[in-house]
């Protein structure tokens, strides 16, 4: 049953500019590759295995969820994914605990040097949560190792993820099923508006969040974008919040030591 964070997914109008204003972050990119629907996509990955895929969409896809937040919302998240210990068995369980799940899914990626990495997926229908995948070619093809995982900024990994969500105990109830645990903190953020519920996966937390209030922080995002991903800190050696501009609408932040 155990989780690690796979991967964060953002999608961008212009893939060159954005692996550039990446770079500019602070972030190692590298070349990613081209997706049978058409996408192609560049990767920053994390000394914790963990990845940012950056994708576009030279093309329309229509029906695809990815696609048609980017959009009705323009740039930024538009999903994350978890990598399962053992995976039919975590989509097993999901299914008995009443979670709707579509595939298993094959997908895979040309790479730029012609050859092809393949792995599965598990969606559910309620992007609330995340979706599952599992390497069929061996990971490292998918998630290089060793010096593309070192970044200028000080990143090393992914410390905490935050999901805005429209029903926090309905969603709660979804991510106990699918972490198979209770949450590490619940309650309301003062001043803010909105409640909280947290789950850890090892050192990273997953904070879903719901507005109480009119034009509190996930209400906005809930909005503009639908359920799913809204926030995402890394650990590295110092606070900063990066510019979104550069993000491509992604709201990013590194959590420095004394924070973390």
């Not at 070349?31 to 000394?47: F, I, T």
């Not at 210990?85 to 097993?92: K, Q």
């Amino acid at each position: 049953m155990p989780f690690t964070i796979d991967h964060i997914v953002i999608a961008v109008a212009d893939l060159d500019a954005a692996a550039r204003d990446y770079e500019a972050l602070g972030f190692t990119v590298l070349p990613g590759g081209e997706h049978p629907r058409g996408s192609r996509n560049v990767l920053v990955v994390l000394a914790d295995g963990a990845y940012l895929e950056i994708i576009a969409f030279p093309k329309p896809v229509p029906g695809f969820r990815w696609w048609e937040v980017f959009q009705a919302a323009g740039p930024g998240f538009v999903d994350y994914a978890l990598l399962p210990e053992v995976f039919e068995a975590d989509v097993a369980r999901q299914r008995d605990a009443g979670i709707a799940l579509e595939g298993p899914i094959d997908g895979g990626r040309l790479q730029p040097d012609g050859s092809r990495i393949a792995w599965r997926s598990a969606r559910p229908v309620e992007p609330d949560i995340p979706f599952l995948v599992a390497d069929v070619t061996p990971r490292h093809l998918r998630v290089p190792e060793g010096a593309p995982r070192i970044h200028r900024n000080g990143v090393t990994g992914i410390a905490a993820v935050t999901v805005a969500v429209k029903d926090l105990a309905a969603s709660t109830a979804r991510y106990r099923a699918l972490l198979g645990q209770e949450p590490v903190a619940a309650g309301t953020v003062p001043g803010l508006g909105f409640g909280l519920v947290q789950f850890r996966i090892g050192e990273q937390v997953l904070s879903i969040v719901a507005a109480r209030e009119e034009g509190a922080g996930p209400a906005h995002a809930l909005a503009a974008r639908g359920q799913g991903i809204c926030a995402l800190s890394f650990f590295g050696s110092a606070d900063a919040v990066l510019e979104p501009r550069l993000s491509h609408g992604a709201p990013l932040e590194i959590v420095g030591p004394l924070r973390s």
